[in-house]
């Protein structure tokens, strides 16, 4: 059985995607670039922007590519 995600939950990876669509934007990037640019699959990118489900250490390098600190992948 696949565990549903809480509102809570939701609402916060929302904001997550939000933060890195927005950073994309700032920086004039497609996700195919940033994914070819920072060795994540363009679907990943998409994920995390959707709002889905993905691990702690994506983020990660994610932030990294970005070159921000990690607390600022979770700023709501």
Do not use: C, W
Not at 26 to 53: D, F, M, P, W
Not at 59 to 75: G, K, M, R, S
């Amino acid at each position: 059985m696949k565990k549903e995600i809480s509102k809570e939950n939701k609402r916060r990876l929302e904001a997550i995607a939000s933060n890195f669509r927005e950073l994309r934007f700032s920086y004039g990037l497609t996700q195919a670039e940033v994914g070819e640019n920072g060795n994540l699959h363009q679907n990943t990118i998409a994920r995390i922007e959707n709002a889905k489900n993905v691990t702690l250490t994506t983020l990660f390098d994610l932030a990294d590519y970005y070159q921000i600190p990690t607390h600022q992948i979770f700023d709501e």
